[in-house]
């Protein structure tokens, strides 16, 4: 009986995680970020977004908010828009704003590999470390007892 209790509050929370936001991420093409809070991180088509929330696109990238009432909001790329607490077919303000080019292409890092500049140390150390471990003293002046 216990676990039909659990079970049932558990999926009354789910319904009203689910009610209390009023949009999800549509499609997304490129890169798009979510700031729900704390920080920008990838963004997955489909994640409930609530009010306050920031969806950022990249430049080259397309996304849309849908609102639980089947409207749509299109995202062009470059652009931030922070969730309005209603949708904007009923009468909700989407405060969408464009980006510029240095702020719509700066990443977390999580998407991008890093810089040439990097490989060249790691390239560099790579080489001197096989220098000192090849120039070592091969001679082997043990002495068996």
């Known amino acids: 009986m216990k676990a039909i209790t659990f079970l049932f509050a558990a999926v009354s929370a789910a319904g009203a995680s689910a009610a209390s936001a009023p949009a999800s991420l549509g499609p997304t093409q490129g890169v798009v970020l979510v ?18 929330d920031r969806v950022l696109v990249m430049q080259g990238g397309q996304a849309s908010l849908r609102f639980t009432d089947g409207c749509v909001l299109p995202l062009a790329s470059g652009s931030m828009a922070t969730v309005p607490a209603k949708s904007t077919c009923a009468g909700g303000s989407a405060a969408v704003t464009r980006v510029g080019v240095q ?17 060249v140390y790691v390239a560099g150390t790579v080489v001197v470390v096989g220098v000192l471990a090849g120039t070592g003293d091969s001679s082997d002046d043990t002495v068996s007892p």
Do not use: C, E, I, Y
């Open 35 to 52: 700031n729900q809070g704390k920080q920008f991180v990838t963004a997955q088509p489909g994640q409930l977004l609530v009010a306050g």
């Open 103 to 119: 702020t719509a292409q700066t990443d977390s890092g999580s998407n991008t590999p890093p810089s040439g500049d990097v490989w």
